[in-house]
């Protein structure tokens, strides 16, 4: 069993920066891919960005190329999401998740969910 709980998220001007942290619980931590997905008000949950166990594979949405970047520490069991440039369209509820490989994050086959931190992006 794994429990995420998430944390950082807040409000910020457009433009600006914030890094969400995602601490799991458990002595598997480093077995499990990790993924972010967010839900804005009035949409679908969707998938933003992946990381492997080991941390060496990455995979990110269009939408956020370039802005923001997914590391993980699974010496502290945590995971992390360093978003920049924000835009108020990030707007939303953003959740971390487990799954078995990174193809299964992009599948939404997740095993575990946090219950999500909000960010708002004001413009």
């Known amino acids: 069993q794994v429990q995420l709980v998430e944390s950082g998220g807040g409000l910020v001007q457009a433009g600006g920066s914030l890094r969400l942290s995602c601490a799991a619980s458990?002595?598997?931590?480093?077995?499990?891919?990790m993924g972010w997905f967010r839900q804005a008000p009035g949409k679908e949950r969707e998938f933003v960005v992946a990381?492997?166990?080991?941390?060496?594979?990455?995979y990110y949405a269009d939408s956020v190329k370039g802005r923001f970047t997914i590391s993980r520490d699974n010496a502290k069991n945590t995971v992390y999401l360093q978003m920049n440039s924000l835009k108020p369209e990030d707007t939303a509820v953003y959740y971390c998740?487990?799954?078995?490989?990174?193809?299964?994050?992009?599948?939404?086959?997740?095993?575990?969910w946090g219950k999500g931190t909000l960010v708002t992006v004001s413009s």
């Open positions: 990381i492997s166990g080991s941390g060496s594979s990455t």
């Open positions: 998740a487990a799954a078995a490989t990174i193809a299964a994050v992009r599948a939404y086959d997740m095993d575990y």
């Open positions: 458990g002595r598997t931590f480093s077995s499990y891919a």
